[in-house]
């Protein structure tokens, strides 16, 4: 029974790991807005209601808001950070420096391994994934998701 409880979790951590990987691109896709507009404009609302727009400030756009109803809007880092009119390298970070943990980490770490056994570094490692894990949908602040994403990188080096 203790084998197959283990099986389970190791095959669910490992299946969290390429969910949040491949995932990564949807955490920081750019949503579509609705534009409100002074009273005099004229003009195509979807040709003024950018992102490059609202983030210049066009005196035309008095507000603007996600639109949900849009397949290509998700509820997601942009919004949860703040993200909208913040640098490409700020966005690309959450990618980005998961695998700068992974490199970093990949001559020396593996190692351990070979030292301690494997079996006792992926029980390990995927205790501390499960954590990293469900931290990543729980953080409120910008620079501690990027240290739970290194943090994931980390870790890849041995799970992989």
């Known amino acids: 029974m203790f084998q197959i409880i283990a099986f389970i979790v190791v095959v669910s951590v490992v299946e969290a790991t390429t969910f949040i ?26 040709e003024i209601c950018t ?25 997601n880092f942009i919004e949860k950070y703040d993200l909208m009119c913040a640098s490409e390298i700020k966005k690309g970070a959450f990618g980005g420096v998961s695998f700068v943990g992974w490199a970093l980490t990949l001559l ?12 006792k570094m992926m029980i390990v490692c995927s205790l501390v994934d499960s954590v990293v894990y469900s931290s990543v949908f729980w953080s409120k602040n910008y620079e501690f998701s990027l240290a739970i994403s290194f943090t994931f990188g980390v870790f890849a080096s041995i799970r992989l």
Do not use: H
């Open 21 to 46: 990987s491949y995932s990564t691109g949807y955490f920081v896709q750019m949503p579509v807005y609705k534009c409100t507009f002074i009273e005099e404009f004229k003009g195509d609302p979807i």
């Open 51 to 75: 992102v490059e727009n609202i983030c210049a400030e066009d005196p035309r756009i008095t507000s603007f808001e996600p639109d949900f109803s849009n397949e290509l809007t998700l509820d």
């Open 108 to 119: 020396w770490l593996p190692r351990y391994g070979d030292i301690y056994g494997r079996k």
